[in-house]
């Protein structure tokens, strides 16, 4: 028995399935691309995740504060 795909996987497939597959002369393959594009990359969090780290870390130290 196969697992289930986890939101990742499953967000990965959906991908997959839409890039491949589809005939550029093909009516509803032209409708998708016009009416459902790519969703938007998510904002870097690396800046925020860093310096909270560092602060995470510094209070960790004994006599950090």
């Given at each position: 028995m196969k697992p289930r795909p986890t939101h990742?996987?499953?967000k990965r497939r959906?991908?997959?399935?839409r890039s491949t597959g589809l005939d550029p002369e093909?009516?509803?393959a032209r409708w998708l691309e016009e009416h459902d594009p790519?969703?938007?990359?998510?904002?870097s969090k690396s800046k925020l995740k860093s310096s909270e780290?560092?602060?995470?870390?510094?209070?960790?130290?004994?006599?950090?504060?």
């Open positions: 990742e996987g499953a959906a991908e997959r399935e093909d009516e509803a790519p969703p938007a990359a998510p904002p780290l560092h602060r995470w870390r510094r209070k960790q130290q004994p006599g950090g504060g």
